[in-house]
């Protein structure tokens, strides 16, 4: 693993690839000093032009040395970004470091260098406006201030570990900034939004907050969870998330990155807070997510089990009791499409509880009678994120060919519906 600093020479890229530098060295690791030449200037000016960037490499090389670095000077000629990514496959490099563009650049640095490489690399952007706070990090003077940047995406939880990651250098204070769309939430959440428009129910903001929580639980220190800013917004999430780094002065914005194309650039948090936060950003795409040895083992804290009451919906609790973690909640639920008398209700939660095993008596089991619209995949898909689950656990009564076509499947339908896991309880061979 190596860090690379891109670097163009100036006062901007002296300071980031500085504190490169201390980076590389606080890590151990080596740093590699890129700089790449356009390749019609090579054509224009040749040699001459080759031999005036190798000696200012050379030395801003040294001068880095003198840090206590080991650093390897690269000349490079081509489009930059692309030959950045290139390099850094082939030198399984784990960040990128480089200068945030100057503020008079044309469209404040939109379409530049640094833009390009945001969408293009496949390990962490770094991008340095002011290095003086990180750098007081390094030298271990100061714990560090970052903001980081909530949603439920890989992008996320990629950027999530790389703060865990940053955290092995010394002390970080964590904040998560979550802003959110309440009319978008509510429609996800199937809860009832009356309020005005940017405003969020306290139903809302409730839910708003717990599966936000839930998402920044690893970050938790010393038993304290991590600190949360959950803030309903109005147009671009990421004008709001670096308003809040603002009023945070925070050191360093942390924001996933999902390299959106054409028009879904429009609505890039990472690309518009590079352009617009007045801290240093780290850009991290869902590539950077550790997989294999490094992966965390999930956890099963909440887990929900719907039943029709056939057999196989039934049988399917059994195998939820056992999935859920020791302390964690399974929730067993049961959807209608009309909602039921007071009665009704109470015979329905009877029958639930008398599923649960005797086994399992003792957990912690939550009986749940939703109601909704006549699409009972949307009302089960909605209570699964209202109810933050972890994992789904459905029953299918195991139909194929025709009978599924003609019949349906609620399991399936379930499965295109979710992006959480779903246990699939199939029954037994005839």
């Not at 080596?30 to 356009?38: A, D, K, Q």
């Not at 509510?186 to 939004?193: N, P, V």
């Given at each position: 693993?190596?860090?690379?600093?891109?670097?163009?020479?100036?006062?901007?890229?002296?300071?980031?690839?500085?504190?490169?530098?201390?980076?590389?060295?606080?890590?151990?690791?080596?740093?590699?000093?890129?700089?790449?030449?356009?390749?019609?200037?090579v054509r224009a000016f040749g040699k001459a032009l080759l031999s005036s960037a190798e000696a200012v490499l050379s030395d801003e090389t040294k001068r880095l040395e003198a840090l206590g670095a080991k650093v390897e000077p690269v000349l490079l000629t081509g489009e930059p970004a692309v030959m950045l990514e290139a390099f850094c496959r082939e030198q399984s490099a784990s960040l990128v470091v480089a200068s945030r563009p100057a503020d008079g650049s044309p469209f404040g640095g939109e379409g530049g260098t640094v833009d390009r490489m945001a969408q293009s690399l496949t390990v962490p952007l770094f991008v340095v406006k002011d290095p003086a706070p990180l750098e007081a990090w390094v030298r271990g003077e100061r714990p560090l201030k970052v903001l980081l940047g909530v949603d439920r995406s890989l992008p996320f939880e990629a950027a999530r570990d790389w703060v865990l990651t940053l955290r092995k250098g010394g002390p970080v204070d964590v904040v998560g900034g979550r802003v959110y769309w309440p009319e978008e939430e509510?429609?996800?959440?199937?809860?009832?939004?009356r309020q005005e428009y940017g405003e969020a129910s306290p139903e809302l903001r409730q839910a708003m907050e717990r599966e936000s929580a839930e998402l920044m639980a690893p970050l938790a220190q010393d038993g304290k969870p991590a600190r949360l800013r959950v803030e309903p917004g109005v147009g671009r999430i990421a004008d709001h998330l670096v308003e809040l780094a603002d009023l945070e002065q925070v050191d360093l914005l942390v924001v996933g990155t999902h390299h959106r194309r054409a028009l879904g650039r429009l609505w890039s948090v990472s690309r518009h807070a590079l352009r617009l936060a007045r801290m240093s950003v780290v850009c991290v795409p869902s590539q950077a997510l550790a997989v294999g040895t490094e992966t965390p083992l999930p956890e099963y804290r909440e887990v929900m089990v719907a039943t029709d009451f056939s057999e196989t919906g039934n049988r399917a609790v059994a195998y939820a009791c056992a999935l859920t973690a020791p302390g964690g909640t399974m929730h067993l639920v049961h959807a209608t499409e009309k909602k039921p008398s007071i009665e009704e209700e109470a015979q329905l939660r009877e029958q639930l509880s008398a599923l649960v095993p005797r086994a399992a008596r003792d957990r912690n089991v939550r009986l749940e009678v939703i109601s909704g619209s006549k699409d009972v995949v949307a009302t089960l898909a909605q209570a699964a994120e209202r109810l933050g689950v972890s994992a789904i656990v459905m029953g299918t009564h195991g139909r194929s060919g025709w009978k599924r076509a003609v019949l349906g499947s609620v399991t399936q339908s379930l499965l295109l519906r979710t992006d959480r896991p779903v246990l699939v309880v199939r029954p037994p061979a005839a």
């Open positions: 693993m190596s860090i690379v600093c891109a670097t163009n020479f100036s006062d901007s890229a002296r300071r980031a690839s500085t504190l490169a530098a201390e980076l590389a060295r606080k890590a151990g690791t080596s740093l590699w000093l890129v700089h790449v030449l356009n390749p019609d200037s509510a429609r996800r959440l199937g809860l009832h939004q």
